[in-house]
């Protein structure tokens, strides 16, 4: 008797093992972790511009080609107004219409022989779309630059002629459908 007490108790120690090893275990399954994933980094740009439909570039203007003729034709086939934010590079030969000094005075048109830096240039390219006939920059009025003379002045105006770039010229843009100018009109 001694013989089946003994293979009783054995037989409740295994089956209260069994009962401890069926238990659900709390929390996550072991060999669950989080798995690594390859992150998806967007820049800025990229959410700005789909939200917006605001995008900015760098165009680069080679020497000897006009500034305003190369950036108007950029205009065409995409279809976008551009906005120029900031230029770096030297330009030559330059002719802008100087301010007049006096409310009474008329503005001159005076050219510049010789190669100049460019300190600042504001300029906005609308498409053809755009209720204008072909890519243009307002007929000269809407394109205006500043540069360094030779003995260190800044001077500019508006241009009124050909703007060749002196060197390979770098310039910033904002670029953004034309329909979200018109609607602002």
Known sequence: MSDDRETEAEEETTEKEMVTVKVKRRGRPLGSKNKNHRSLILPQSVIWESITGVRSDIFYVLSGNDIAYTLAEMTIPRQMVILVISVDGMISDITINVPPLSSDSVGISKTFEGTYK????????????????????????????????????????????????????????????????????
């Open 118 to 185: 460019i300190v600042s240039m504001c300029a906005t390219f609308l498409p053809p779309s755009a209720f204008v006939p072909t890519p243009t920059i307002m007929g000269g009025r809407g394109f205006s630059i500043s540069f360094v003379g030779p003995d260190g002045v800044i001077m500019g105006g508006l241009i009124t002629g050909p703007l060749l770039a002196s060197g390979t010229l770098r310039v910033g843009v904002l670029m953004f459908p034309a329909a979200i100018t018109m609607t602002h009109y």
